[in-house]
């Protein structure tokens, strides 16, 4: 059984730095590509990093430069560091499973609950 479990998430102040994590559990991560979705109120899932099937990184211009989406296989476990946030980065952020391509246009074949995540100013 396909499960993903998100944490990490808060409430922080404009500027300031979180990181998210995403266990995996059910299948080996290292052989999937998965990343992270985000939906704020009032809008639709918005993709924000994911790898691709080269294990590169991927990532939505709203936050390249300012999120990196990393993995420890051995933890079957992985992250997004997301610094000098803004309050625009508000909304409940969700790791899936899924093509990049998929996640980064909002989508995905397997969810966690989701986390959330609020930006001050």
């Known amino acids: 059984q396909v499960q993903l479990v998100e944490s990490g998430g808060g409430l922080v102040q404009s500027g300031e730095s979180l990181r998210l994590s995403c266990k995996a559990s059910g299948f080996y991560l290292q052989y999937y590509t998965i990343g992270w979705v985000r939906q704020a109120p009032g809008k639709e899932r918005e993709g924000v990093a994911c790898?691709?099937?080269?294990?590169?990184?991927r990532y939505s211009a709203s936050v390249k430069g300012r999120f990196t989406i990393t993995r420890d296989n051995a933890k079957n476990t992985f992250y997004l560091w997301m610094n000098d946030m803004k309050p625009e980065d508000t909304a409940v952020y969700y790791c899936a499973r899924a093509p990049c391509p998929t996640i980064l246009a909002g989508r995905g074949d397997h969810w966690g609950q989701g986390t959330q995540v609020t930006v001050s100013s």
């Open positions: 790898f691709d099937t080269a294990d590169n990184t």
